[in-house]
Each structure stands twice: as C-alpha cells, then as structure tokens.
C-alpha cells in the first residue's frame, strides 16, 4: 500500500495510529468501494466501477491515486444515471474534473427529472455553492455550443 499511495506511506511512516495497529479503518464508503480501492492497489487494476465509481474517484483523490483517479474519471460518463448525476456533478466539481463535470451537465440538462430526485435535493441543501457551479457550468458549455467551429 506504501508503494502506491503516498498518504499511505505517510500513515505508516510517522506516528500514528496505522502504524502502531497496523490497520487503516475507512469509514463512509461502502465496503465496495474498499473493496476496489484494494483491487486497484495490489492489481492495477479497476473492476467494478459501474456501482461504486464515484466513491472510488473519491477514495483516489484521498489517498492520491492519480491514475485510478483517471480511470474512474473516464469510466464514470458512460455510468451516469437520474440517481447518480448529482454525486457526480459534485465530486467533478470539487475535483476540477472538467470533462466528466460538463457530461453530468449535459446529462442533467437532458434529464430534467433529476432535478426532482432527493439527490439533488440534498446535495443543494448540502451545498448551496453547487448550485452556483451548476449554473457557471452550464452557462460555459451554453457558450461554446454558440461559437461557430
């Protein structure tokens, strides 16, 4: 784990509690998502993104794994649902993950009905901000779809 994460490394190096019980506890994400951050650690390897995608792009932006980070960015347009465009919406955003942030736009603009979704109820209850970054993003895509090619 040392080799592949530098948070990892970090852990184990200093004082901490990982390094004197010898486990890392992951807490709010689903054992799944665990489950293939480990798979990608020791395999290089991703499996199953369709379920648990943007809860691993999380899990890479926290322990620093640029090139799972990646692959969840580009797995994630093609899995992009009602229940779904919110959450990954938000981790783009929050990530600068300009191309998957402009698909969940492009599909929320499609799919209107996600607006109704408890989702996006809560992720703007959550985070008024979104809704702002919502409308900016829209507005830019608006912008280039007008210029002529």
């Known amino acids: 784990l040392m080799a592949q994460s530098p948070v990892f490394q970090a852990m184990f190096c200093h004082d901490s509690a990982e390094k004197s ?3 890392i ?4 994400y689903s ?5 293939e951050l480990k798979r990608f650690m020791y395999t290089g390897k ?3 993104l369709r379920d648990v995608g943007a809860e691993v792009l999380e899990l890479a932006v926290m322990y620093d794994l640029p090139l799972l980070k990646a692959l969840c960015a580009k797995a994630l347009p093609d899995l992009i649902s009602e229940s779904s465009a919110c959450g990954i919406f938000a981790t783009a ?4 993950l300009h191309e998957l942030r402009d698909c ?3 599909f929320m ?6 607006f109704s979704t408890a989702q996006w109820k809560d992720s703007i209850a959550k985070d008024v901000e979104l809704v702002t970054a ?8 608006s912008g280039q779809s007008a210029r002529p090619s």
């Open 21 to 23: 019980t010898g486990n």
């Open 25 to 28: 506890e992951i807490e709010g």
């Open 31 to 35: 054992a799944a998502a665990v489950r």
């Open 46 to 48: 991703a499996g199953n």
């Open 93 to 96: 955003q929050t990530h600068s």
């Open 104 to 106: 969940a736009v492009k």
């Open 109 to 114: 603009n499609d799919h209107p009905q996600v």
């Open 134 to 141: 919502f409308c900016k993003a829209q507005a830019e895509l």
